[in-house]
């Protein structure tokens, strides 16, 4: 038995080059593989929202879909080296070009969004499930069962490993998810021309395999090469207005348009704001809580990575240091080296009063010390768990501790009118850490109407005065923005725990209504 055993082991001894081959080949599979995975979840969070549920249904579905396409590889049992080229192919054309299928159809047809991204997941983690059973079987020919499973798995996973670092911290943020799809649609396609010349003692259409490989890698050439274009047409599209610049960065997609009412941000492709009436939204946000204080000294922003929020602080002489707390610093440098965009925001992120940290703000807050007599909070609406955490009773607990005895908080919450009960949820969580609460609105073109909650430890009491030179406050007027007609008044709302998070739920159902 022992020289039994040695001698169904010796072919895994020494491996020939197509063995090394094959399992180099396991290495780029499962990268790509991985890629689209990432990709179309990605995707999906930043067109449909809430991540969390987005990812989750869209890995399911594809480890279902995986499952599916290696129990399909059953029925492969002659001609496997050219079943594998042809899947290879396959999976190159439909998962590097899945990106680019998923912009054009939320530019032009946004209805069918939903079902494209699943029956593509689908059909492409069918693919992937027929590509290593087909792997395995072609080595089994010379490699040892037990050599064969532990070498296989060990390549699976160290591609999924590299993608897995390289997609948020390199791919994306440098290629874009258009391109990143489209080079690993490539690297699909370079398997099959290299299984194409490992096989070509067995394939009985040389040429028609040779044609279809050149075929591929030259439509994902073409595409690769044309991405910008690509990504232009459909965001042009999409946005209307002519795009003036546009970023990816590990956490969001930064556009800026300018059309007839100047310039617009957009992130994730939400609104943020719009040059003709942006000042309203940022006198309404900072100056009740400025104006209030009375002599505030040190003031934190907390998001705002615009400058906006931080040029409207600077109105007050009597400021002597600011702190902005930004995540991105693609939009501090947007917003300081643009010279059209740094003149929206007066030049604010180059005071010298100012220091910029980049950082997340909840970690932040757990981390400082500082007081502050004035918080402006300046977030994106609560559109998936990353962005709700920092709408939550935990977030506003340490909002509290970082608050001078006589401070203000000002954190920007939503439409009253059009997200009734996440606006009210809102102050409701600000309430239950122990602040008292002063919610006030204001009409912003750009958005309709837009819900504000000013916190603190003492009640809120209208200013004697507001700094000269802004465009839509006034004294008289600032109590008429803390009355609320009968469709936005309150209604009973429910904490907004880091636990459950029921802002995120109640959010996208709002919106989703005002959408459909």
Same mark, same amino acid.
Not at 11 to 31: D, G, M, T, W
Not at 177 to 194: D, E, K, S, Y
């Given at each position: ?32 593989? @991985?890629?689209?995975?990432? *990709?179309?979840?990605? $995707?999906? &969070?930043? /067109? %449909?929202?809430?991540?969390? #549920? ?84 072609? @080595?089994?020919?010379?490699? *040892?069962?037990?050599? $064969?499973? &532990?070498? /296989? %798995?060990?390549?699976?996973? #160290? ?358």
């Amino acid at each position: 038995m022992p020289a039994l055993d040695q001698a169904r082991d010796a072919p895994a001894a020494s491996a020939r080059p197509v063995e090394v081959a094959l399992l180099a080949s396991v290495f780029v599979v499962a990268a790509c593989g @991985l890629v689209y995975e990432l *990709a179309a979840g990605a $995707l999906a &969070s930043y /067109v %449909l929202g809430d991540s969390v #549920l987005q990812f989750s249904t869209v890995i399911g579905s594809y480890l279902f879909a995986m499952g599916l396409g290696s129990w399909l590889s059953r029925f492969f049992e002659r001609q496997l080296p050219a079943h594998f080229l042809r899947i290879e192919l396959l999976v190159a054309l439909v998962g590097g070009g899945m990106p680019a299928l998923l912009f054009i159809a939320n530019a032009y047809v946004p209805g069918a969004f939903r079902g494209l991204l699943y029956g593509l997941v689908l059909l492409v983690g069918m693919l992937v499930g027929l590509e290593i059973p087909l792997v395995m079987r072609i @080595l089994k020919r010379n490699i *040892a069962l037990k050599e $064969l499973v &532990s070498q /296989v %798995l060990t390549f699976d996973y #160290l591609g999924a490993l590299a993608v897995s670092i390289a997609f948020p911290l390199l791919l994306v943020p440098q290629l874009g998810l258009v391109r990143t799809g489209l080079l690993f649609g490539l690297m699909n396609a370079a398997v099959a021309l290299w299984a194409l010349w490992l096989f070509r003692h067995e394939l009985r259409r040389l040429r028609a395999h040779a044609l279809a490989c050149l075929a591929t890698l030259g439509l994902l050439g073409a595409a690769f090469a044309g991405a910008q274009g690509i990504t232009s047409l459909t965001e042009d599209k999409f946005y209307q207005d002519p795009i003036v610049f546009a970023a990816t960065s590990p956490y969001q997609r930064i556009v800026v348009t300018r059309g007839h009412g100047g310039h617009r941000l957009f992130l994730n492709g939400n609104l943020q704001f719009s040059e003709r009436d942006e000042y309203r939204y940022h006198e309404a946000l900072v100056h009740p809580a400025m104006a209030a204080h009375g002599a505030p000294r040190k003031v934190a922003v907390l998001g705002g990575g615009d400058g906006m929020a931080v040029r409207e602080v600077l109105r007050y002489p009597g400021v002597e240091h600011v702190t902005l707390v930004e995540l991105d610093p693609n939009m501090t440098r947007l917003f300081s080296t643009n010279e059209t965009l740094a003149r929206l925001n007066g030049q604010s992120l180059a005071s010298p009063k100012l220091q910029i940290v980049h950082a997340d703000a909840f970690g932040w807050l757990q981390r400082s010390h500082e007081m502050f007599d004035v918080i402006i909070v300046d977030f994106p609406d609560p559109t998936n768990f990353s962005i709700g955490k920092l709408y939550t009773s935990s977030f506003y607990a340490m909002l509290e501790r970082r608050l001078a005895a006589s401070g203000y908080a000002a954190i920007q919450t939503t439409s009253p009118l059009v997200a009734r009960q996440s606006f009210w949820t809102v102050v409701t969580t600000v309430e239950s850490v122990g602040l008292r609460a002063a919610p006030y609105h204001a009409h912003v073109p750009s958005f309709g109407e837009w819900g504000f909650v000013l916190a603190g430890r003492r009640p809120y009491r209208p200013p004697d005065g507001l700094p000269h030179g802004l465009k839509f406050l006034t004294r008289e007027g600032l109590p008429l923005l803390f009355e609320f007609p009968r469709d936005m008044a309150r209604v009973p709302a429910e904490v907004n725990r880091l636990s459950n998070q029921v802002l995120v739920s109640t959010y996208e159902r709002e919106w989703g209504k005002v959408q459909e």
